[in-house]
């Protein structure tokens, strides 16, 4: 019996509501798969150790990089979800600005509001095994997650990008036809290619893919019509803070 938690940080929750909308999948392993915390969908709490921690959220308070790295010692294997538990999440354009002045506006007291000066992902802090990217996650690509490690074996997690998927199903390239911006050139595949198929460009959900080529790319989207403020724009949201994203944004800043 494979003994699971579910961990959630800063976050809006949407990835571990992709997990709950596993139903029937993981009703098909419910035999081999003992759920020892999971607060979204009951208050039961037992503690580890345990075989599989999954992790949805981001670091932005000093008491949840503690308890970050209190959840990895307990953790056989921890596994990331999303983007903020993978780049930061959205809440990281909070690392490009200055946060005592959000907190200011955003609250009568600010004073009672702890919290750090950047919004950093799960492995800025501990070791993790697996990420899976997306705004949200992609529930095929969780199942083959737990599916593996039930059986022992890696997961399936593919490398390519998103322009791979578009091909796969036989999506016609939104760039080329119609002219339209598009990330999806230096995007983490995982979503098959949805927006595409409906002649829209990418917008970068799942992160970057391991090896951008952020120059290319800007100049691509200069082709198609944006601004170097656009550009800057278009890399500043999901993954704020992934590396490669930063990249594609100082790219055009140096343009301007």
């Known amino acids: ?38 607060l979204e969908a009951g208050s039961r709490v037992e503690p580890g150790p345990y075989d599989v921690s999954l992790v949805e959220g981001s670091i932005t308070t ?7 790295r209190h959840v990895r010692e307990q953790s056989r294997t921890l596994v990331t979800l999303g983007a903020c538990a993978t780049a930061g999440g959205v809440q990281a354009l909070r690392n490009f600005a ?13 004073d009672y509001v702890s919290t750090l000066a950047t919004s950093t992902p799960i492995a800025a802090h501990v070791d993790v095994d697996y990420e899976l990217h997306g705004c949200p996650i992609d529930r095929r690509q969780l ?16 490398e390519h990008s998103v322009c791979f998927e578009c091909k796969q199903r036989g999506t016609v390239c939104v760039v080329v036809a119609h002219g339209t911006p598009c990330l999806g050139p230096v995007t983490h ?10 002649r829209r460009g ?5 992160g970057p ?48």
């Open 202 to 206: 990418c917008y970068g959900c799942f």
């Open 98 to 110: 200055d946060v005592d002045e959000f907190r200011s506006v955003v609250y009568a007291r600010p």
């Open 209 to 256: 893919t391991a090896h951008p080529n952020t120059e290319a790319e800007a100049a691509l989207l200069r082709a198609t019509g944006m601004s170097e403020d656009e550009i800057r724009r278009a890399a500043s949201t999901f993954h704020a803070a992934a590396p490669a994203f930063i990249e594609l944004s100082q790219v055009s800043a140096r343009r301007r």
């Open 1 to 38: 019996m494979t003994t699971l938690a579910v961990w959630k940080f800063a976050s809006c929750d949407g990835c571990q509501l992709s997990l709950l909308d596993c139903e029937d999948e993981l009703l098909a392993v419910a035999e081999r798969v003992h759920i020892a915390q999971f």
């Open 62 to 68: 000093a008491e949840d990089a503690e308890r970050i």
């Open 189 to 198: 595949a995982g979503c098959g290619a949805l927006c595409p198929a409906y």
């Open 143 to 158: 199942l083959e997650v737990i599916t593996a490690l039930l059986v022992g074996r890696k997961p399936n997690i593919p």
